[in-house]
């Protein structure tokens, strides 16, 4: 088939360390079928300029920048999206003939792409991860557009059966709704010497050691952590909290860790490549991540791969992922709860062997082999559909 992917979570040269996991399942895809992967870019992210390179094996990649009124208009944020899309790269997509749009967000990138698959006349899947229906949804202008963009979907994949009970609660058709569980690189994420990970990367060798992984903002929970932090280090004093990743709440983590009292065992150590992930978790005694909403974030599967446990919230799908024996449970914005199940978690004698048998459950090979499934399904339908009507 040929297949086009519109979608906002994809490396580009602005962000390349974007989307990991979609990379990761359209690489795949790409060697089963000729796709073409169009990502938005919002413009203000292309007016800071190039931070990398990116490329990806077997897929054909392009970007168009999605340019819109900035801090207002958020409703009308999908009918800017198409039109920034059409006018930059309408003429070349009429002329490609493709069988069927996956769209991988839900607004305002599936609601365009809804959009575009029935001016073009070709059928379209919506792929939803967690915050596109959880917080997106729940705002008036928006919840009927991403209704309308679900219900004429030829199916809807959700990472989590929480995210699929949601799309079928916006509006939804239940049966055309998919629970597919994101992957995990087992080339990458495997379990390893926690001594000769830390060496690697300049670790101290003995120190207890907390992970976050992930965008430093309020809604991944990095500053709830932080807050919580300080309790584990009266009984743990020699512990460290590391934080990878980038994002808007570097500076007030810097500046609350020395108001703590802590920022000489708090480091953050910015935005690192996935393909060097792995030893992050090997030298880690314990991944954390207090999100506030969430589909099933990939670094908990990474993380349990390379057998390490899992504190996390109890929101969205991570419940469905994380077994008991693999980690802890919190609800979240509860800070008093997360100090008492860090200081439980680390004091724990943890079946690393254990944790990483159950990750070795999530394959990509098996995700990208429904998937395509699913793209094969509708496209079909479709074609089946039109030939009657002709």
Partial sequence: MKILVLTNLFPTPWDPLRGAFNRQQFERLGQRHDVDVLTAVDFRERLAGVRGEVDVAGLHMDHFVFVYPPRIGRALHAACWLVSLLLQRGRRLRAAHYDCVLASWAYPDAVAAGWLARLLDIPYVVKVHGSDLNVQANHALRRPQIRAALRHAGAVVAVSRALADKAVAIGADAARVHTLYNGVDGDRFAPGAQAAARNRLQLPAALPMLLYVGNLKRSKGCADLLEAFPALLTVRPQARLVYVGVGPCRAELLERATALGCAGCVDLVGAVAHAELGDWFRAADLLCLPSHNEGVPNVVLEAMACGIPVVASRVGGIPEVLPEYAGMLVPPCQREALSAALIEACDRAWDSAAIAAH??????????????????????????????AA
């Fill in 359 to 388: 990750a070795r459950g999530f394959r990509w090979d098996d995700n990208v082999e429904r998937l395509d499934r699913i793209l094969q399904a509708v496209a079909t339908g479709y074609s089946s559909e039109s030939d009657r």
